[in-house]
Every structure is written in structure tokens, then in C-alpha cells.
Antibody, heavy 120, light 107 residues
């Protein structure tokens, strides 16, 4: 059974930093690209960042480029995102999501999410 | 940037058919995916590559995509189908794009 378990979300002040983690199990982690998707309170889903299976390529939404860094440790089956320069508009539930297949652009499994609140 | 537009809400009676549209420039030339998202739960992929259902998704969920519009159809809608639904596509500039979401209410 595929499981994705996010952690690391908490209350942080504007301008602060946070690192989220996503522990994966139930599939061959290093075969799949992984992504972060967020949902701000009362808003829709927003793709944030992605990383290829090897970690060799990373991708970011314009809203987080230069502030967020996605990474992965395939030996630990874990996905990360380092978030710096946090803003109020980064307040959201952050999900990690597994890309369905190597040639696909959709997500077949999602975690339960971890809540990031940016406020003074 | 590429955008996908959905109606904010759709209402349907139990047992009837719900159709949720997703509009984007030449969307029919791309693959569309659909996700069901219930409050407090993880999103679930219900349609991928515009028309395909993942294993475990009921047959009442179907998809189509042509021109500028992709459509998710729920036939014989059940109370458990009440949720927010998001379309999603990939664009070479914007990368992964989600629609604004449609709240489906089963009356």
C-alpha cells in the first residue's frame, strides 16, 4: 500500500524558514518523480514544486521560485522542501504527491498534508 | 500563463448525471486529469489522460476532452460523490496547472 506522510508544518513568522518532509513507503521511491502541491485556506489546489526520480532536475511555480528548494534522499525514501523567506500567502496545507508514471503529468497518490501557517 | 476555468458549483439530484467542465486554450490537445477532494482527506485521482479511470474508481466516473473543454461526468451520482473536483493539465511554460475547482452538491 502506497503511503505518503508529510511532516514539519508549523507556525512561523514572516521571513522565516521551514523544512517539510514526506516519508514514502509501499512503492519503489527512486522510480518516481515527486511533487509538492498546496491548498491555501478556502482556496484551490496549487502546484508548488517537483523533482525527478533521480533528483537531477527540479521545477518550481513562479510564486516560490528563488525561495523554495525541493530535494530528495532516495536512500531514506524521503522528499523534502526547504522554504525560506516565507510570506503570509504561503500559508497552506502542503501535500506531497507521487507522479503516476514516468511519462505522465498527473498524481496518483497524495499524502494527508502538513499545515504551514505564516503569521506574526 | 496557462489557466483552467471551472464553474464554482454544480448541483445534482441523487441518481442523476453531473457534468463538470474545465476550459482552457486548446485543452483538447493536452491530457486532462481530474481529482476528487473531500474536506479533511487527500485528493484522489479519478480520471487521467482525459478518459481513463485508475483502478478502484467506480465506472460512473468518465471523462472527455475536445476543443477547449474537458468534462468530468458522474453518472448515477451518489451522496458519497459530494466533494470538490479539480481538473489539471500540463503546460510547457506554467508546468502543472490546476483548475479553480468545482463544488459538487448532491441534493
Amino acid at each position: 500500500e502506497v503511503q505518503l506522510l508529510e511532516s514539519g508544518g508549523e507556525l512561523v513568522q514572516p521571513g522565516g524558514s521551514l523544512r517539510l518532509s514526506c516519508a514514502a513507503s509501499g512503492f519503489t521511491f527512486d522510480d518516481y518523480a515527486m511533487h509538492w502541491v498546496r491548498q491555501a485556506p478556502g482556496k484551490g489546489l496549487e502546484w508548488v514544486s517537483g523533482i525527478t526520480s533521480s533528483g537531477g532536475h527540479t521545477y518550481y511555480a513562479d510564486s516560490v521560485t528563488g525561495r523554495f528548494t525541493v530535494s530528495r534522499d532516495n536512500s531514506k525514501n524521503t522528499l523534502y522542501v526547504q522554504m525560506n523567506g516565507l510570506r503570509a500567502e504561503d500559508t497552506a496545507l502542503y501535500y506531497c504527491a507521487k507522479r503516476r508514471a514516468d511519462s505522465s503529468n498527473d498524481f496518483d497518490f497524495w499524502g494527508q498534508g502538513t499545515l504551514v501557517t505564516v503569521s506574526s | 500563463s496557462y489557466e483552467l476555468t471551472q464553474p464554482p458549483s454544480v448541483s445534482v439530484s441523487p441518481g442523476q448525471t453531473a457534468s463538470i467542465t474545465c476550459s482552457g486554450y486548446k485543452l483538447g490537445n493536452r491530457y486532462a486529469s481530474w481529482y476528487q477532494h473531500k474536506a479533511g482527506q487527500s485528493p484522489i485521482l479519478v480520471i487521467y489522460q482525459s478518459t481513463k479511470r485508475p483502478s478502484g474508481i467506480p465506472e460512473r466516473f468518465s471523462g472527455s476532452n475536445s476543443g477547449n473543454t474537458a468534462t468530468l461526468t458522474i453518472s448515477g451520482t451518489q451522496a458519497e460523490d459530494e466533494a470538490d473536483y479539480y481538473c489539471q493539465a500540463w503546460d510547457s511554460t506554467t508546468l502543472y496547472v490546476f483548475g479553480s475547482g468545482t463544488k459538487v452538491t448532491v441534493l
